[in-house]
């Protein structure tokens, strides 16, 4: 992983772990994989997220999404490009 690549990941762990506190979070850069793709010509990345927080509990799967942009905010416009989320809550592990 390049050094833009790797901050990038960081700052979506940490405005991750600010906002939900996950009790586990995996991210995975997938961008490689979408070279040439047309939606990422401006130089964002593909990610996979794997979240798991108390903070959804009893929400249901679009709530949960919506925290997740929520928490990344302006990274949305200016790092990431497409973001697959898988995002639960301790109990479903």
């Known amino acids: 992983m390049n050094a833009l690549a790797a901050g990038r990941v960081e700052r979506i762990r940490a405005r991750l772990h600010a906002a939900l506190a996950p009790s586990e979070l995996a991210i995975v850069d997938e961008s490689a994989e979408h070279a040439g793709h047309a939606g990422a010509r401006d130089g964002r990345g593909h990610f996979r997220v794997r979240i798991v ?3 959804f509990a009893g ?3 679009l709530a949960r999404h919506r925290r997740v942009y929520a928490a990344l905010g302006d990274l949305m416009q200016t790092d ?3 973001l697959a989320i898988e995002a639960r809550a301790p109990d479903e592990t």
């Open 53 to 55: 927080a108390a903070a």
């Open 59 to 61: 929400l249901p799967l």
């Open 80 to 82: 990431i490009h497409a």
